[in-house]
């Protein structure tokens, strides 16, 4: 018999898990998250941060913290290229530096983002996510591992082991979370089949290590500074271009090189040969070997079981989609979770994760795969844009922003994007998409419309919207009207024309922020056709 029930258990506390158990704890689900490992990850793995996560953690009122957690790494250095570190005239050395195309405009005139500053590495962010999970009301315990479960009549009956006291426990749970990694035992024990070329290239190294590089690098700060001096090439990131870095030494198809041949002390002497100083003190942290690879499962959801993040879709780190992607999952599904739990919407509605996050999966494996063949192409945005079209090589901005959701959830899709290129061209207000970004004045404060969303249904009236704010008065919708002399103020009258409707019309967004609906006038304004929309959505 199960000792314990809990509504959401998740295996795996790597930065996708605890993102899905920080958004359930926001609404108001307790769940609980094992972690085999001890601890979270001493490895920096992803450190950037796209547009969208920047919005959820902003949502979750973090932004600010992680962004701070971050600054030390953050730097415009982009990709220095030498023989080795030390003795080259750094001032004079080949770097290749992000191509500006106004990407920070961009982003700013369809998000509240406004700091360009968008790197955390993942040893930073997850501390702070499981701070502010626990915070919320979240069972989190590291050390613990699934090892078997089985779906019931009314829930999930899952085994874990605690590795401290080799004990085993049953645990009931209404729903599980895979957010267990590439490997996913939990996608593996469902018999979930991937699609896609697997591993890519050869073994990759990941040396973490400490070393006081301050004097060295000091004005000639770098993002990653590939090294080619022969024997000791690799790949050097910086973590705060002061002590902290990673080194990353290949084993490429044909070199005759395996993990194998790299024990710590031989990772030792390749570090101080790439940088070139043989008597530098540096303190070996960790040594991982890892495989990057692309394939995507071919279900999401088996049951009252749903895959997020790595368990779902695995790509190369080329373009820093990854956890990106993982914790997009993990917004997507936390609400509806919630609201099947709460009896506010039926079972149908979690049809719609993998529906909605199956696709853009799959898309963003691709993009992934496209930087990788074309590393160019994503350090120069502005004059490859014609190379980048013909290979349906998406702008990073509409790779996070721009997911177009076609399912249940959503009334009347686009079944595809206008655009690879051009976000404001997406994010039009039509169904499926993000809400477009307004500033707009709500009690003297200025703020964004997608700052309204996160916990229920938003109403957003354009200035003569009047009949469908009071439509939304009978039912569980938050309404808003936007104009000059509205709930919102737009001075400007911008909003209509954002959203894609008339004067008199609406949208009505999910608590992701995406456009459930789009009501272009007032024609069938009423609560009883509001309430059919809503039941559509949930039901």
């Known amino acids: ?19 899905a158990a920080l958004f359930l704890a926001r609404q108001g689900v307790k769940p609980l998250l094992v972690e085999k490992h001890e601890r979270t990850s001493i490895y920096p793995r992803a450190t950037g941060l796209a547009p969208r996560t920047r919005e959820l953690l902003r949502e979750a009122g973090l932004d600010e913290a992680v962004l701070a957690a971050g600054s030390l790494m953050a730097s415009n250095g982009g990709k220095l290229v030498v023989e080795q570190l030390a003795g080259t005239d750094l001032a004079k050395a080949h770097r290749v530096s992000p191509v500006a195309d106004d990407s920070m ?18 040893d930073r962010l997850e501390p702070i996510l499981l701070a502010e999970a626990r915070e919320l009301g979240a069972d989190i315990r590291f050390g613990t591992e699934v090892v078997d479960l089985a779906e019931t009549d009314d829930g999930v009956t899952v085994t874990v082991l605690d590795h401290e006291t080799g004990q085993r426990s049953v645990i009931a749970a209404d729903h599980v979370i895979a957010a267990d990694g590439a ?4 996608r593996e024990r469902l018999g979930i089949s991937s699609t896609g070329p697997g591993p890519l290239g050869g073994p990759m190294i990941t040396v973490l290590f400490r070393a006081d590089l301050t004097d060295l690098v000091r004005g000639h700060e770098f993002v990653v500074c590939e090294i080619r001096k022969p024997d000791a090439e690799g790949l050097l990131l910086a973590i705060n271009n002061t002590d902290r870095w990673v080194f990353y030494i290949s084993c490429p198809p044909g070199s005759g090189r395996t993990p194998a041949d790299f024990p710590p002390q031989r990772c030792l002497e390749v570090v101080r040969e790439a940088i070139g100083l043989p ?39 080329s373009g820093a989609y990854g956890l990106n992607t993982g914790i997009a999952d993990a917004h997507n599904l936390a609400w509806k979770l919630a609201m099947v739990s709460r009896g506010e919407a039926g079972p149908a509605l979690l049809d719609s994760y993998e529906r909605e996050r199956l696709p853009v999966g799959r ?29 349906g090589m998406a702008h990073p901005v509409v790779v996070s922003l721009c997911q177009q959701y076609v399912s249940g959830a959503v009334d009347g899709p686009r079944a595809e994007l206008p655009s690879l290129s051009d976000p404001a061209l997406n994010l039009d207000g ?7 970004h307004l500033r707009v004045l709500r009690d ?18 354009g200035p003569g919207g009047h009949r469908w704010q009071a439509a939304a008065e009978e039912l569980p919708v938050t309404a808003y009207r936007l104009a000059a002399d509205g709930d919102l103020v737009d001075a400007e009258q911008r909003w209509a024309a954002l959203a894609g409707i008339k004067p008199e019309g609406a949208l009505l967004v999910r608590p992701d922020g995406f456009v459930a609906w789009r009501g272009v006038d007032d024609t069938e304004a009423s609560a009883a056709h509001l309430g059919r929309v809503l039941r559509g959505v949930l039901y």
């Open 183 to 186: 490997a996913s035992p939990i």
């Open 363 to 391: 898309f963003t494996v691709e993009q992934a795969m496209l930087v990788q063949r074309n590393p160019r192409l994503h350090w120069d945005l502005k004059s490859s844009l014609a190379e980048r079209e013909q290979l």
């Open 1 to 19: 018999m199960p000792e314990e029930r809990v509504p959401v258990l998740i295996s795996g506390g790597g930065g996708t898990g605890l993102a």
């Open 279 to 317: 008597d530098l003190d540096v303190e070996l942290l960790a040594v991982m070997p890892w495989q990057a690879a692309a394939s995507v499962a071919d279900e999401m959801r088996r049951g009252r079981v749903f895959l997020i993040g790595d368990a779902a879709h695995v790509m190369p780190p």
């Open 105 to 122: 405009d961009i982003v700013g005139s369809v998000s509240p983002i406004t700091s360009t500053n968008g790197i955390c590495p993942q």
């Open 430 to 436: 039509h169904p499926g998409t993000r809400a477009p």
């Open 444 to 461: 003297g404060v200025s703020v964004s419309t997608v700052d309204l969303f996160g916990t229920g249904f938003v109403l957003l009236c």
